[in-house]
């Protein structure tokens, strides 16, 4: 019975100071994230993310089972879950003019019952030619703040859907919905042949893309996402005012009608101007922090 005791307290005290370890990392990656979104100069913002990335991906490897530990006190990053369990996506960024920001993310994949593995996001998206038309390798990614994940069957086909944010410039934010499946090799990429959008929102697709893109006035507000209720990504309808030529991006944005993007035999079709029955309501990543343009320095809300 001694020998029990003792073997209990001894396991207890092992527990213990993991979860003390965990807990003090985690006030880390609070304080470390923290100055990245807020530190005044580019050097410090660049110094806490260097430090920030290194933590996050020793707690990620560290953990017994990183799909269950709670990220949610670290208020700069975005972490959603797969519905079937088998990704957990991690995504955040580095302040700086609209435009400018930095990009990070990373993938964890379910291996088997007891194995994951890490997979770093590298951002492609000012490199690409057209990324709508761009299948992707996990090591690449156009890279967004994603603020919605939603996983979709088809036969043996499984799609999660990521609605992401990203700001575009000065003048135009942009929101894309991207995709991540397995191919039949097992690996995992960015984007799928899966959207029968030929002309959506004046923008016309002259082939099936890969994934879809939202631009809009950096001064709107506008909504993506799926609902339930609906069973679609819902989409705020955005158009230029009557004045305002089409295709300019800056004059865009909602004129208080819907579209909807359905999924029908392993496709999402537009069903343009739906009826929405209860009121949208999004809960987005916070904005980054805008620098003042005298100055340079971050403005802090």
């Known amino acids: 019975m001694k020998l029990l005791i003792q073997i209990s307290a001894l396991f207890l005290s092992i527990a213990l100071h993991a979860q003390t370890a965990v807990n003090d990392d985690m006030l880390d990656l609070v304080a470390l994230g923290e100055a990245v979104m807020y530190s005044e100069t580019a050097e410090q913002r660049d110094s806490a993310h260097a430090a920030f990335f290194v933590l996050l991906k020793d707690v990620v490897a560290d953990a017994e089972d990183p799909f269950?530990?709670?990220f949610s006190e670290v208020k700069n990053l975005s972490v959603l879950d797969s519905d079937d369990g088998?990704?957990?996506?991690?995504?955040?960024l580095v302040p700086g003019f609209p435009g400018t920001e930095t990009f990070n993310g990373m993938l964890l994949r379910k291996m088997g019952k007891e194995d994951f593995r890490i997979i770093v996001l590298e951002d492609f998206a000012d490199s690409l030619d057209a990324p709508e038309y761009r299948?992707?390798?996990?090591?690449?990614w156009?890279?967004?703040l994603y603020y919605q994940l939603h996983t979709v069957k088809d036969k043996n086909n499984t799609y999660h859907m990521l609605m992401g944010y990203r700001p575009h410039s000065e003048k135009v934010q942009q929101k894309?919905?991207?995709?991540?499946h397995i191919d039949e090799k097992g690996l995992l990429r960015f984007g799928a042949k899966i959207f029968d959008t030929p002309k959506l929102m004046d923008?016309?697709?002259?082939?099936p893309p890969y994934r879809?893109?939202?631009?809009?006035?950096?001064?709107?507000?506008?909504?993506?996402?799926?609902?339930?209720?609906?069973?679609?990504?819902?989409?705020?309808h955005l158009s230029p005012p009557d004045d305002k030529p089409k295709g300019v991006w800056e004059f865009y944005g909602p004129d208080f009608s819907y579209d909807g993007l359905e999924f029908v035999k392993g496709r999402w079709v537009l069903r343009e101007d739906i009826s929405v029955e209860s009121k949208?309501?999004?809960p987005l990543p916070s904005a980054p922090p805008k620098k003042d343009p005298q100055t340079g320095k971050v403005r802090i809300r």
Do not use: C, H
């Open 280 to 282: 949208l309501k999004q």
């Open 135 to 140: 299948p992707l390798t996990a090591g690449q």
């Open 86 to 92: 088998s990704l957990r996506v991690f995504t955040w």
């Open 203 to 207: 923008r016309v697709y002259q082939r």
């Open 176 to 180: 894309l919905i991207d995709v991540i």
């Open 142 to 144: 156009y890279g967004a």
């Open 68 to 70: 269950r530990i709670d």
């Open 212 to 236: 879809l893109f939202f631009n809009y006035s950096y001064q709107a507000a506008a909504t993506f996402r799926y609902r339930k209720e609906e069973g679609m990504i819902v989409l705020d």
